[in-house]
């Protein structure tokens, strides 16, 4: 979790309040309300992605992950045979995921679904000790909003009821839309 059920109760109750097993339940709730929002995950993660018979086009945007690296890239013909690409093959460019070599990358000769997969390493920390701040903060206020209210759910567009002051913290890591 990138937040420990301490730093919450001290931000949210102080520490003399006993609410141990709501605050167990809360927290990972509000983790997914606050990814939710920003489209990011926060606890460092290796995802595989995988998309589709591309367009004819080089570059393919890495969904919604704040991606640091790439691992691998993996493309399958219309056999089904896998051709895992030479790094040197791509880069990592503003969450896309360009490929440089037109012979290892052509879209006409793989196969519809599952075309291409890209490993990525994503998130900002291991867990609570590398966690950005004011992610850790904007989590207990989510969690302290909830406790407080009783309720998550929102009446808006939003599926959750995140506090304006947690989505300010939040925002600087909504995921935007990058254009080469």
Do not use: C
Request: hydrophobic share 40%; proline share 4%.
């Amino acid at each position: 979790m990138p937040v420990t059920k301490e730093q919450v109760k001290t931000y949210a109750f102080g520490n003399t309040v006993k609410l141990d097993s709501m605050i167990d339940d809360l927290i990972p709730a509000a983790v997914n309300a606050a990814e939710a929002f920003t489209g990011r995950v926060f606890v460092n993660q290796v995802w595989e992605v995988y998309y589709d018979r591309p367009e004819f086009s080089n570059n393919m945007q890495l969904s919604t992950l704040n991606v640091n690296s790439i691992v691998a890239a993996t493309t399958y013909s219309l056999d089904n045979t896998a051709t895992v690409l030479d790094s040197g093959d791509y880069r990592l460019f503003n969450d896309q995921v360009i490929f440089l070599d037109s012979k290892s990358y052509s879209p006409e000769g793989f196969r519809a679904f599952q075309s291409v997969m890209v490993e990525v390493n994503a998130g900002y920390g291991a867990d609570s000790t590398d966690q950005r701040k004011d992610i850790q903060t904007a989590i207990a206020q989510i969690v302290y909003h909830w406790a407080k209210t009783g309720n998550m759910q929102s009446t808006d567009s939003s599926p959750f009821d995140i506090p304006i002051t947690a989505q300010y913290k939040l925002r600087p890591y909504v995921k935007r839309t990058h254009w080469l």
